[in-house]
């Protein structure tokens, strides 16, 4: 009995010991587990582990990569160690054993130590799908097209681009490929590339742009699925009427992408609803009477035929068109504090951000000019009202920005000095006043000696003795003005030119 008490007590303390001897053993640092899925089935994947230690920086030594997943017939990898900390496995789930779903693969990461390896493991879900993995881009020339928008006036580039290993797979092992456009449900012919030039022109609406890429991997011998006919991408009517009528009948099997994780699922491939083998003929719509496979505006699918592989891609766009034609509408020459009101107007699609900068002097733009946080207007039609203190010649930049577009518009206002004008006037009349009294003057006086010394000549002759009772009651401006008359009358042409200057009332 007691013997047996010691030997569990043993057996605690060894594994006591043990335990800690493993928590030892653990790993000095940690793995980053990453990969590039989701893959499409039949695609490739690749995982990526990275070691690092707590600090971030890479370990040194020599480690061993022990890969594992839970596919139903499970994939394993354990490359040789190696002192990399970087390790890549790439793995497929080919439809002929492997479904579609969700599956978890692990690697564990041992470091080697001269008594106890250092180990950690680390695990990544990813997806397996049934449909090809992308994106589809809308590019347009010359505008970085943020969001959904797409300006109407320049053309635009549809573009899929298809998950790097699905592509590999679907161009390696496909016997073809095509994609098939649809916007707004309608059918716009197919591409072999991937890539569909369209003009939205209608501003203010949305669109539905939808892709299906069809890869067939059906052996080149039997009659193609898809018409040779490979350039044939404008609209075909027969083919739009068909095609835009046939939305498939959403009684739609879902697939089957909720598998959990470590389930072996035993279906091999999707179970064929419909008739696919009916895509034969080349002068009927592709997808004839079938089902198409994909319901219009409704990312479900389902492919018809599974020697196919298909991508569904959806999106929907907002038109608008861009801002042109601001015109500016008021005086832009005032005075200082005479109030500037301008009105703008512009063409384009609504709302649009509004920034104006004030710019002293003659501003050049840039086309760097941003706005910010400019203020928001519902439409194009708004007043600029500013009053400039100081005379100059201003620039204000209108920045117009709307969601797909900027439209940089400066405006000259040149701010008159208003007292310019008088001024001229307040020196030159007085100027020209005072020289005018100045030769009155001087003339009077030239007159008044010349008078004078013919007088006193006169007088010489005259008898002082008489009183002249004429002269005694004359003042001297009466007697100038009879010696100006006595200087006048003889008829002195030279002089009387002078006379309009100062008496009109002489010229009689
Ligand atoms: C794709 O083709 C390659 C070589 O042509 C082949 O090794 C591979 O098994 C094929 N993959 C599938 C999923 O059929
Ligand atoms: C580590 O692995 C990467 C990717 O396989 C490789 O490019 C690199 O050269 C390797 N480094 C060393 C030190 O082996
Ligand atoms: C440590 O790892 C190496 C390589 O994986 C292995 O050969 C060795 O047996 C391991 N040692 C211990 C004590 O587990
Ligand atoms: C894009 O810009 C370049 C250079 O400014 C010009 O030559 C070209 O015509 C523009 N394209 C479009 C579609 O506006
Ligand atoms: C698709 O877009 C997402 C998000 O924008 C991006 O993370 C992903 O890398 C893109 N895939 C491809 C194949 O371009
Ligand atoms: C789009 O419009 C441009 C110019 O009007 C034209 O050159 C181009 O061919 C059009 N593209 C399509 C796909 O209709
Ligand atoms: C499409 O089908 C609907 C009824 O299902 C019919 O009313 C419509 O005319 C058809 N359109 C074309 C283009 O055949
Ligand atoms: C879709 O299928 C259901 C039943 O399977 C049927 O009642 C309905 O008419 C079908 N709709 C079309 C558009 O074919
Ligand atoms: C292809 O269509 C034409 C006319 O629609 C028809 O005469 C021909 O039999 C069809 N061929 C096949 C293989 O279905
Ligand atoms: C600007 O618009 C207002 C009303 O919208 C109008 O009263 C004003 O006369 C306009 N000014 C000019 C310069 O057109
Ligand atoms: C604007 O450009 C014109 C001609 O390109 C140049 O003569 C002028 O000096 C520039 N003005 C400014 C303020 O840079
Ligand atoms: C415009 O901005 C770019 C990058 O922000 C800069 O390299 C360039 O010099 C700027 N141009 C002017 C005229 O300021």
């Not at 089935?41 to 890969?67: H, L, N, Q």
């Not at 949305?206 to 490979?230: C, G, N, Q, R, Y």
């Not at 075909?236 to 099997?253: D, K, R």
Request: with cysteine; charged share 15%; net charge negative.
């Amino acid at each position: 009995m007691r013997k047996m008490r010691l030997l569990h007590l043993y057996s605690a303390v060894l594994g006591t010991f043990c335990y800690l001897l493993q928590v030892n053993a653990n790993f000095d640092g940690y793995v980053t587990l990453s990969h590039d899925g989701p893959v499409v089935i039949g695609g490739t994947i690749t995982f990526r582990a990275d070691v690092y230690k707590y600090d971030g920086t890479r370990p040194s030594g020599t480690f061993s990569y022990e890969w594992k997943d839970d596919g139903i017939i499970p994939h394993k990898y354990t490359p040789d160690h190696t002192r990399n900390t970087t390790a890549f496995w790439s793995i497929s789930y080919p439809a002929e054993i492997y479904s579609v779903g969700i599956y978890i693969v692990e690697v564990k990461v041992i470091k080697k130590k001269t008594w106890f390896n250092e180990s950690t493991r680390v695990a990544t879900k990813f997806a397996v799908t049934s449909l090809l993995n992308g994106n589809m881009t809308i590019k347009q020339e010359n505008a970085t097209t943020k969001g959904n928008f797409v300006s109407s006036s320049l053309e635009s580039t549809v573009a899929i681009d298809i998950r790097k290993g699905d592509l590999s797979f679907i161009m390696t092992n496909a016997t073809s490929i095509s994609t098939f456009w649809f916007i707004d449900c309608q059918y716009y012919g197919h591409t072999e590339n991937f890539i569909f030039n369209y003009n939205f022109t209608d501003p203010d609406r949305s669109h539905t742009i939808e892709a299906l890429v069809v890869a067939s991997f059906d052996p080149p011998t039997t009659t193609t699925s898809l018409p040779d006919t490979t350039t044939s991408t404008t609209v075909n009517p027969p083919w739009l009427s068909v095609v835009s009528n046939s939305s498939i009948n959403s009684t739609a099997i879902s697939t089957t992408s909720t598998a959990t994780p470590f389930t072996t699922s035993s279906t091999t491939a999707l179970s064929t609803i419909t008739t696919p083998n009916s895509l034969q003929n080349t002068t009927v719509p592709v997808f004839g009477n079938i089902s198409f496979p994909f319901v219009c505006l409704n990312s479900s699918i389902v492919p018809p035929d599974p020697h196919n592989i298909y991508g569904y891609f959806q999106r929907t766009i907002e038109v608008r068109a861009p801002v042109t034609d601001i015109s500016v509408d008021g005086t832009n020459w005032i005075q200082p504090w005479a109030m500037l009101n301008l009105n703008v107007t512009c063409e384009g699609s609504g709302p649009f951000i509004r920034c104006l900068q004030f710019h002293r002097g003659n501003y050049n733009v840039t086309g760097n000019e941003t706005c910010g946080d400019g203020e928001r207007k519902p439409n194009c039609n708004f007043s600029i009202i500013h009053y400039f203190l100081e005379p100059s010649d201003y620039t204000i930049v209108i920045i117009l920005t709307n969601d797909i577009s900027t439209n940089i518009h400066p405006v000259t206002i040149n701010i008159y000095q208003a007292t310019t004008q008088p001024q001229l006037s307040v020196i030159v009349v007085p100027v020209l006043c005072s020289l005018v009294a100045l030769v009155l003057i001087i003339f009077g006086i030239a007159y008044y000696i010349q008078s004078r010394a013919r007088f006193t000549v006169e007088v010489a002759d005259f008898d002082f003795g008489q009183s002249n009772p004429d002269m005694e009651y004359k003042t001297f401006a009466e007697r100038l003005r009879d010696s100006f008359d006595s200087a006048v009358r003889p008829g002195s042409n030279r002089i009387s030119g002078y006379k309009p200057l100062g008496n009109s009332q002489l010229l009689q």
